[in-house]
T-cell receptor, first 111, second 115 residues
């Protein structure tokens, strides 16, 4: 069974601060996705990373896939209250037919 | 991005009744869809993998006779909660996998409350 450990589980910061969320596994994934979910809604895809060492930027969000494709990080610069939500990472292997989700990081950005 | 719809968005039912939830991929075909259950402030718990034209694959501990899944077309999967009880109250989310990118796109979820 593939496991994804996501940390921290909860994070509460002030507006303007930076933060990093980590997603680690002992397994190799074909690709890794990051999602953001607001209460009462389904997760929304933020990014997919495929290549080891890949870095993708989405405005103030920077996503990195580890060289060995076992881990990933999400860095948010100058967090805003609108960034508040549950962030989920998911590792996918084509052969497995399904994705493995981390436990999620609940981020609260206070104005 | 790809769109997945879910219906209904919320439902309240009496204990003992059955509830059907629909999941549709609106702009792509999905041979594989997934059904999740989520408790407040927790991650997604995979219940079953729905494969078009074949039987669903259930995760350990999920009763297949209670949570009936039908994936009759490339754009529609349904989850029926049979003889619902208050402990079945939860947020149910479906996702559809784009076979070209291997990416899952999620529906907006269905809030089930069993009285």
């Amino acid at each position: 069974t593939q496991l994804l450990e996501q940390s921290p589980q909860f994070l509460s910061i002030q507006e303007g601060e930076n933060l990093t969320v980590y997603c680690n596994s002992s397994s190799v994934f074909s690709s890794l996705q990051w999602y953001r979910q607001e209460p009462g809604e389904g997760p929304v895809l933020l990014v997919t990373v495929v290549t080891g060492g890949e870095v993708k930027k989405l405005k103030r969000l920077t996503f990195q896939f580890g060289d060995a494709r076992k881990d990933s990080s999400l860095h948010i610069t100058a967090a805003q209250p609108g960034d508040t939500g549950l962030y989920l990472c998911a590792g996918t292997n084509t052969n497995a037919g399904k994705s493995t989700f981390g436990d999620g990081t609940t981020l609260t950005v206070k104005p | 991005g790809a769109v997945v719809s879910q219906h209904p968005s919320w439902v309240i039912c009496k204990s003992g009744t059955s509830v059907k939830i629909e999941c549709r991929s609106l702009d792509f075909q999905a041979t594989t869809m997934f059904w999740y259950r989520q408790f407040p402030k927790q991650s997604l718990m995979l219940m079953a993998t729905s494969n078009e034209g074949s039987k669903a694959t259930y995760e350990q501990g999920v009763e297949k006779d209670k949570f009936l899944i039908n994936h009759a077309s490339l754009t529609l999967s349904t989850l029926t909660v049979t003889s619902a009880h208050p402990e079945d109250s939860s947020f149910y989310i479906c996702s559809a996998r784009d076979s070209y990118t291997d990416t899952q796109y999620f529906g907006p979820g269905t809030r089930l409350t069993v009285l």
